[in-house]
């Protein structure tokens, strides 16, 4: 973790011996040598250095933390635990170790150790907004609301926009009946997460449980719009409609229909998605490993874990992650996407290939594993057999609009534009509001020049399900390109640019439009940055070509 390196760079240099022991300096250098191997995923070799560290200096609480974390990290909690033990024996109010030995006994269910140290840390740093909320979550598992609050309300005494303290503040009120203050935070939730469906969800519930259950089914049909596949705001939206007449308090609880995670490690996760959006991939594994220890079949902890490591360059160990997740787990299509990035940044596609074929031997229903089986052949250009592996997701799910629109981009790529487009009619008769495959016609339209009028209508309900979608705004610019209208078609196409500036095509639309507007020396401009961006040597070249045909016309 980068606070040991912190702490134990400020000691060792600080320290009067540094410039007269050779053991102090040598043990800095194995030290740092141990951080570097474990960021690189060396575990082994990170501990042999370490522990070179430590027997240089046998006194340093930090460097047994930082060993204390290889071991997380290898799943070696015991080790891990007596280091901590001793790190915080030679120092007390060494925070970090305080806090990651907390995490072990949480892991173990040590509820009542982990609390002390969170109380620990607390009064060293009575701000401390981690060992709060760390500290609520344990309350809360054990039911006892009150302090859970308690310990969430004083995160937002002095930081009222926390967003996990007012997460869990909303839906521990939820629980307590406090329905009123609940909403208080959720709503403040909502101002500051305007497009959270589980905020939503919450929401509805709490509508539900006072008796209003127009205003709930208002919430539902909103976390809709966010995520069209959510089974549990379909579901409410239905038990709403069933129990609008009569609707009882009675017959439901919050505690059943929000989505409180009942585990104590719940903030734990909470933190570690944090720390992986703040990049501090490091610590967000460590954070993870924490929770496998507890429970090593949460899938999503996996994801997470697959996230930090890859944010590592540990990429064969994210894989390795996301292969645990079982093929009927409800994670694996969120998986099975990142497994097939994986693959080709680790340059493994062929023994993406080889591992997927034989997951496929063992659950041969699964669509999921067609799709990536797919889009590894799709990334080496094997079209017939990326088409070919659709071809059997579709008989096993000849409904899944997933399948149906993957086959039509890979049917358009081998060159049958036709097929293609049959292929998105059928998205469309499955999902009308379906953004991706309205977008594929309405642009299919625009670009051979017909039924414009249909592509305008086509493409701005693709937007409107997905407004910030660059390459859906690109498509309405071209749209307007090809029905003259050269003013809207730029307004338009800088909005695409600003979404999706690397995009070699959209800014080549951009130079195009300028061109007939007159403003030959932006289309150059933007036809040159358009060639610097394309990777394909084929395109590339006929770029050029088209660049020196403008520069005539200029």
Known sequence: MKRFLITILFVVLASPACAVSGETGSSLF????????????????????????LSRDPGSASIRGELAVVYVKKGEYDRAETLLKEAVQIDPKNRDSLMLLSGLYLSKNKLDDARKLY???????????????FLGSIYAGQKNYRQAAENYEQV?????????????AAKIYGEMKEYERSRKYYEKLLLLRPNSETVLLDLGTLSEL??????????????????????KARARIAAVSVQKEHLDKGTIEFEKLSDLDRDDLSMRESIGSLL???GSFEEAICEFSLILASRPTYDKARLYMAMALQGTGQLKQAIGQLLKIDSKSP??????????????KAGSVDEGIVRTQKLIKKDSTNTDLYLLLSGLYEEKTDYGKAIAALEKARDVAPTDTEVLFQLGTLVDKSGDHDKATTYMEEVLKIEPDHADALNFIGYSYA??????????????????????????????????????????ALAEILKAAESEPDDSEIIEHLSDIYAKLGQYDKALESLRTSIELEPKKDRKKALEEKLKGLQQHR
């Open 276 to 278: 992986i959006a703040e």
């Open 210 to 231: 006072e008796g209003k259950p127009d205003e709930a089914a208002g919430y539902y049909k909103r976390a809709l719009m966010v995520n069209p596949a959510s089974k």
């Open 331 to 344: 994670e694996f299509g969120a998986a099975s996407k990142s497994l097939l990035s994986l693959y080709v």
């Open 156 to 168: 937002l005494s002095y930081e009222d926009d926390n967003i996990s303290a007012l997460a869990y």
């Open 447 to 488: 670009e051979k020049g017909i039924n414009l009028d249909k592509a305008e209508e086509m493409v701005k309900k693709a937007l409107e399900k997905k407004p910030d979608d660059g390459y859906i705004r690109d498509s309405l610019a071209w749209v307007f390109y090809m029905k003259g209208e050269y003013g809207k």
């Open 30 to 53: 194995s030290f740092l040598k141990g951080y570097e191997s474990s960021q690189s995923g060396r575990y082994d070799e990170a501990i042999g250095h370490f522990k070179a560290a």
């Open 119 to 133: 109380e620990r840390c607390i009064a060293m740093d009575d701000e401390d907004t981690e060992a709060y909320l």
